[in-house]
């Protein structure tokens, strides 16, 4: 393959270029009109964006709402997309449910369970039984994000209060906690996490905090078309087939509650699943407007691919299951779920069990309370579970009475635990990991992949070259040239440099957003001209390769797509671990919801670059050849880009680009990828299949990364 003509720039000359031009200011952007500065622009527009989305869907609700036809319609729509986006569900394959041990409280006693939601793949799991006689309603209890998953005091005491009132309670962990972690670290014995030296891990060979963990196996779920979400609300299912299994349990009276990130589950559940009469989802529900104006998308089972823009917000996992008996369990002082959001998911869900007949099914509970399974709302839980599993509408105290106030330090004194963590461990070694032939997420995913490689590749032989493009355009969500709007490109200013003039130029792609260029004229242009693309910034090659080409007599147009170098965004966001994600992790998650890639944005943008430069004549005639010149993050856009016009460049350049989106999935460990991952995308093609569809012999690939960003040298 030929490469990219390039001169080799000493390092004194490289040194001594960068003092001379030390003095000179290459920045481009002001702040807008608004006084939003150019790192805050692409957020800005991002959310302006999402906002609009939301207010689709609001707009839509309210005319659904008007008849019962629609509203069933609305249910089945959103059940339908749900599960799709999820990947839809596995088959049902044997449980082999095990007791391997009992404990005996106080009024009730814990079985220790474990059983396979797939093969070779283990859940753990206690199982609270009342002490009166069987057989017992039951209630799921999905963990929140607690790094100890089942042993965590608010939701033992949860589960206790259930059994002692005659409901079986199954706490379980979910998938990257408690004895599911899916990272272990074997050569190393920890007392801390990673991420977070400050808290204390549930096992030593555990690495990251559990929201890595989730985030981290979302990667590849995505790329095969799924959501880590698909594993977990796998698992709730299946317990909910071990308990039906059970002769002491009522298999016609299952309720599901949970806390945080088990009311996510909760939430999840109780929409797809109709075998739960009951559910209580706490501390999750807000709308998705309020969680993008305080914290932002959450972690990876927390956003669905392109539910914003398909018009399913939070108070549609209510909606889902109408008229089944939902409580909405919220504290009134949570800081990471607004409530003012929680409220309006509230007042959505109970317009709609109204219009169906059904208002008195749909509650709130709403303590002035912190974050958490507090015990007003353990004790509000389990009267709500008696009234609709029992069918006893009791009051129902945890203790005898509760002081008037109670502090937030106050309220986790009522948290303390019966047990600890060891003894109610279920595994021999503490993780499922440790346990012989036991698969971890990563690699069941990985054997997805390698079975979406075998059947896509005959599909991707069948395709017309046009048939493919469409076929990416469909897949990164990238408009066609002819769709894109027309460049509005302006020179803002211009600097005198060794013979070359260079031009500092702004896309406006709208009133929101602007991208800044930098165009290198040399005095007398000669040759095909370069569309530059650095993954870090326009200026990161400026006195190095840039001035090479120039000198040669080439135009080069250092550009930046979205997200980097002066629009990049994150610098003012605490990290809790999330930087692995990259420092933009809130944007892609975002623009994620709203059914949006970085991938196919930015090949937008390297399009639009395209189409100036063509048209490009600062000396008074236009180039004749462009090439295209990638690195980083901006490789796999511009990947795209020519792929969908390969007449468009003489050579393409692509430098640090991972080999495949296949080996994100492989990997049980990346770095700063996020960016670079399109929903399904390991459905339809992988990378490599795009070189040939550019025109294999002018395609370069030099130094290769891999997912953990190190750089492997020059290969093609």
């Known amino acids: 393959m030929r490469k990219h003509a390039l001169i080799t720039v000493s390092i004194p000359l490289l040194i001594a270029l960068a003092v001379l031009h030390a003095a000179e200011d290459l920045t481009v952007l002001k702040p807008a009109v608004d006084g939003a500065a150019p790192g805050k622009q692409f957020e800005l527009w991002l959310k302006n964006e999402f906002y609009q989305q939301v207010d689709r869907r609001s707009a839509e609700f309210e005319k659904m709402i008007k008849s019962q036809a629609a509203c069933r319609a609305w249910q089945r729509e959103r059940r339908e997309f749900f599960l799709r986006q999820i990947g839809g569900l596995p088959e049902r394959t044997p449980l082999k449910a095990r007791v391997v041990g009992t404990l005996e409280g106080k009024g009730y006693r814990v079985e220790k369970i474990i059983f396979e939601s797939r093969p070779g793949f283990h859940v753990t799991a206690n199982l609270y039984l009342p002490a009166s006689p069987p057989p017992w309603p039951a209630v ?8 100890d998953g089942k042993a965590v005091g608010q939701y033992q005491r949860a589960s206790v209060l259930l059994a002692k009132h005659g409901m079986a309670a199954m706490c379980y962990d979910p998938v990257g906690q408690g004895e599911r972690y899916q990272m272990l670290d074997l050569t190393q014995q920890r007392k801390v996490f990673e991420d977070a030296k400050h808290v204390q891990v549930p096992h030593p060979n555990v690495r990251f905090l559990c929201t890595i963990e989730h985030t981290m196996m979302g990667l590849g779920c995505a790329l095969l078309g799924g959501n880590v979400a698909q594993y977990r609300i796998w698992d709730g299912m299946r317990v909910i087939d071990y308990l039906q299994s059970r002769k002491d349990i009522l298999a016609d009276k299952i309720g599901c509650t949970g806390n945080s990130g088990g009311g996510t589950e909760t939430a999840y ?4 699943d109709d075998r739960i009469v009951a559910a209580a989802p706490g501390c999750y529900l807000t709308t998705f407007r309020r969680l993008m104006d305080s914290k932002g998308p959450q972690d990876g089972e927390q956003n669905i691919f392109g539910q914003i823009a398909f018009g399913m917000d939070e108070a549609d996992y209510c909606i889902m299951r109408a008229p089944k008996p939902t409580l909405i369990c919220a504290g009134t002082r949570d800081v990471t779920f607004d409530f003012r ?34 015990i007003q709302l353990r004790e509000t839980v389990a009267r709500w579970m008696s009234r609709w599993l029992l069918g006893k509408d009791i009051v129902i105290r945890e203790v005898d009475a509760l002081p008037d106030t109670l502090t937030d330090e106050q309220l986790r004194t009522y948290n303390q635990p019966d047990w600890t963590q ?12 440790l346990m012989p032939g036991e698969r971890s997420v990563f690699q069941i995913n990985a054997s997805i992949a390698a079975s979406l490689k075998k059947t896509r590749a005959a599909k991707w032989r069948g395709l017309s070259d046009d048939d493919k493009r469409k076929l990416l355009r469909e897949t990164i969500g990238a408009r066609s040239p002819d769709a894109l709007p027309a460049s509005k490109v302006e020179t803002i200013a211009k600097i005198e440099r060794d013979g070359c003039t260079i031009h500092k130029l702004v896309l406006t792609v709208d009133e929101r957003l602007r ?10 242009p000669t040759g095909p001209a370069t569309l530059y693309l650095h993954g870090v910034s326009m200026t990161q090659d400026a006195d190095g390769p840039i001035a090479a080409l120039v000198k040669q007599g080439h135009i080069v147009l250092a550009a930046e797509l979205r997200g980097i170098g002066e629009t990049e965004t994150g610098h003012d966001k605490r990290d809790y671990g999330y930087g692995r994600f990259g420092r933009d992790n809130q944007e892609i998650f975002t623009a994620y919801l709203m059914g949006k890639s970085f991938v196919g944005m930015r090949t937008e943008d390297v399009a639009t670059w395209k189409r100036f430069l063509n048209d490009f004549a600062p000396a008074g005639a236009k180039p004749t050849e462009l090439c295209l010149l990638a690195i980083g993050e901006a490789a796999i856009p511009a990947m795209h880009a020519a792929a969908l016009a390969p007449d468009a460049f003489r050579t393409v350049t692509l430098r640090r680009m991972i080999p495949s989106w296949e080996a994100i999935v492989r990997a049980t460990e990346t770095f700063d990828q996020a960016v670079n991952v399109v929903h399904g995308a390991l459905k339809h093609y992988d990378l490599p299949d795009l070189v040939e569809l550019a025109g294999a012999g002018k395609v370069s690939l030099q130094e290769s990364a891999d997912v953990m960003g190190r750089v492997s040298g020059d290969g093609k």
């Open 269 to 272: 559940l109780m929409a797809l």
């Open 422 to 433: 060891e003894q109610l461990q279920c595994t021999p070694k503490g993780q499922t990991l």
């Open 515 to 524: 991208l800044p260029a930098l165009a290198f004229v040399p005095a007398k």
């Open 341 to 374: 959001g929680t409220w309006e998911v509230f007042l959505d869900a109970k317009r709609f069990y109204s219009r169906l007949g059904y208002p008195e099914r749909i509650e709130i509970a709403a303590p002035d309370a912190p974050h958490g399974f507090t």
């Open 140 to 147: 799921l209890v999905p963990c929140g994000h607690s790094h």
